[in-house]
């Protein structure tokens, strides 16, 4: 069983950043694919970036040259560093972990198909 807790979410002005946090527990981040996807109110949750086991990284092109995905295996944290923000980034952040190959987390697919979730942390951007 995969537990993760995320934290780091908050207010910020267009263009400011911040950077959440994910804490795993009950393995290790080097086993599985773990993500960032985020849910706007009114809106289906939508993949955001993610690394894989292999550490392969994959973004989504609405967050490309804005955000960055990384992990502490060390300390089991998955980082999503976010810069140039804008109001529509504004949603809540939840992190996503899956082991396996050919993972649904990795390929930012179907949210419905994750096996594992974090409670979520709320990014707000104002204009």
């Known amino acids: 069983q995969v537990r993760l807790v995320e934290s780091g979410g908050g207010s910020v002005q267009a263009g400011g950043s911040l950077r959440l946090s994910c804490s795993a527990s009950g393995g290790t981040t080097n086993d599985y694919a773990m993500a960032w996807f985020r849910q706007a109110p009114g809106q289906e949750r939508e993949g955001v970036a993610s690394?894989?086991?292999?550490?392969?990284?994959y973004y989504r092109d609405f967050v490309k040259g804005r955000f960055t995905i990384s992990k502490n295996s060390a300390k089991n944290i998955l980082y999503l560093q976010m810069d140039s923000l804008k109001p529509e980034d504004t949603a809540m952040y939840y992190c996503?972990?899956?082991?396996?190959?050919?993972?649904?987390?990795?390929?930012?697919?179907?949210?419905?198909?994750?096996?594992?979730w974090g409670q979520g942390t709320q990014v707000t951007v104002s204009s």
């Open positions: 690394i894989d086991s292999d550490g392969t990284i």
């Open positions: 996503a972990a899956e082991v396996g190959e050919c993972t649904v987390v990795a390929g930012l697919g179907d949210s419905s198909l994750v096996p594992y």
